[in-house]
């Protein structure tokens, strides 16, 4: 599975993007889907997660009610619609897919990561 991730820029506080990664491969409705994201000089986190195309969905609590994960497994792609957009908010954003989905919100859990798209909120 190749990832494509796309949409970051630059926004002010507030104001909304949507980061959009695109798959290849005939089985992206079986992968759990995740958003992680890693600012400079810190460790990457979890952002949310999109399993069993739709049916669970997980959130960080700091984007939640403000983010929200989606995908359309036609387009094999997932969305991450983020709102309200704050500048602790800033960060390189990456796209990842896990087979298996046991551990949403874990890194290491997962199998196949995008290349990462810059998401800068300006205060």
């Known amino acids: 599975v190749q990832l494509q991730a796309s949409g970051g820029g630059l926004v002010q506080a507030g104001g909304s993007l949507r980061l959009s990664c695109a798959a290849s491969g005939r089985t992206f409705g079986s992968y759990t889907m995740g958003w992680f994201r890693q600012a400079p000089g810190k460790e990457r986190e979890f952002v949310a997660a999109?399993?069993?195309?739709?049916?669970?969905?997980y959130y960080q609590d700091s984007v939640k009610g403000r983010f929200t994960i989606s995908r359309d497994n036609g387009k094999n792609t997932v969305y991450l619609q983020m709102n309200s957009l704050k500048p602790e908010d800033t960060a390189v954003y990456y796209c990842?897919?896990?087979?298996?989905?046991?551990?949403?919100?874990?890194?290491?859990?997962?199998?196949?990561w995008g290349q990462g798209t810059q998401v800068t909120v300006s205060s």
């Open positions: 999109d399993k069993w195309s739709g049916s669970m969905q």
């Open positions: 990842a897919a896990d087979l298996y989905g046991n551990n949403p919100e874990v890194g290491y859990e997962y199998d196949y």
